[in-house]
């Protein structure tokens, strides 16, 4: 039977591109997220598009008993989870430390720490009674470098970072490899929900330099989960040619 991968966030952005890219090379697909009409339309065209085996899952990864319903009943063709990419996540907000809403900050960790958590502990048990496995984080540049207003956006991809590094060392008797790719900037709807819908800010982000684009993380993704069993990727940077880091950016506007 063909490898199986699921994808949070997969209604979207750089976790629809995975779920493209992977059924491209002929993967079973569970494709997650919170809106339902987007999952169903994306497990249709992946099923007609590339003939592959295709589950759609929703749920909100930060509800906590929904996470581990929705994982712990699927279906028996299904429990074989080869490879998990944790891509659901968010930013809320890009302002001062003070003038920054709590709210917009609980739903970060709620979702960006909290949803990878549950998400992953679901998926482990199955790994390890296989002793194999692949988890693929989407931490982000902004885990390694903090920039003004990202606060808390980075202290979750920070968290990230430290939890990839964590389960690679206690998942290490189980074989089960774990892989943080960091992106620089990806033109996503990521800035749009960033900027609670204001598509002025969301574009002016992406203004005076070619950013990466989901299917770009999607082909590093796929790279990472199809080399031999003896190699893991332990973190992965990539960004634009016109970015360095977090912080520093070469634009012509
Ligand atoms: P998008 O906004 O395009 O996609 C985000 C995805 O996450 C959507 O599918 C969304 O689906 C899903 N999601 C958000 N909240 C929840 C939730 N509570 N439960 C389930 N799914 C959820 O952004 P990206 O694709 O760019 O972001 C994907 C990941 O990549 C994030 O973790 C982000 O932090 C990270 N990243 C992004 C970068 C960028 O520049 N774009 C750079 C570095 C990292 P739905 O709304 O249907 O629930
Ligand atoms: C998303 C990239 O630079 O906006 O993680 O933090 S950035």
Redesign the pocket.
């Known amino acids: 039977m063909n490898k199986t991968v699921f994808i949070?966030?997969?209604?979207?952005?750089?976790?629809?591109s995975c779920a493209i890219a992977f059924a491209k090379k002929s993967f079973r697909i569970i494709v997650?997220?919170?809106?339902e009409n987007?999952l169903s339309g994306l497990s249709e065209s992946l099923k007609k598009d590339f003939g592959v085996e295709v589950l759609s899952l929703p749920?909100?990864?930060?509800e906590k008993e929904n996470v581990f319903d929705a994982i712990h009943n699927l279906p028996a063709e299904w429990e074989n989870i080869d490879i998990l990419i944790n891509?659901?996540?968010?930013?809320l907000g890009k302002d001062h430390f003070d003038e920054a809403h709590l709210h917009d900050w609980e739903t970060m960790i709620d979702?960006?720490v909290n949803?990878l958590l549950y998400v992953s502990k679901a998926v482990l048990p199955q790994m390890i009674k296989n002793n194999s496995g692949h988890i693929i984080n989407?931490?982000?540049?902004?885990g390694d470098f903090v920039y003004e207003n990202g606060n808390i956006y980075c202290a979750t991809?920070s968290a990230v970072d430290a939890i990839s590094k964590s389960m690679r060392i206690d998942l290490l008797p189980h074989h089960i490899k774990v892989t943080n790719i960091k992106?620089?900037?990806?033109e996503?709807?990521?800035s749009l929900?960033r900027f609670k819908g204001d598509t002025e800010k969301a574009s002016a982000t992406y203004e005076g330099f070619q950013p990466l684009t989901?299917d770009d993380i999607a082909e590093i993704a796929v790279y990472c989960a199809m080399l031999p069993a003896n190699v893991c990727i332990n973190d992965l940077t990539v960004t634009p040619v016109a970015q360095a880091n977090g912080v520093y950016f070469h634009k012509t506007v």
Do not use: Q
Request: charged share 15%; hydrophobic share 35%; glycine share 22%.
């Open positions: 949070t966030g997969a209604t979207s952005g750089i976790g629809k997650n997220g919170r809106r987007l749920f909100d990864v930060r891509s659901a996540g968010l930013a979702t960006n949803g989407i931490g982000s540049v902004a991809k992106p620089g900037a990806v996503t709807e990521f929900v989901g």
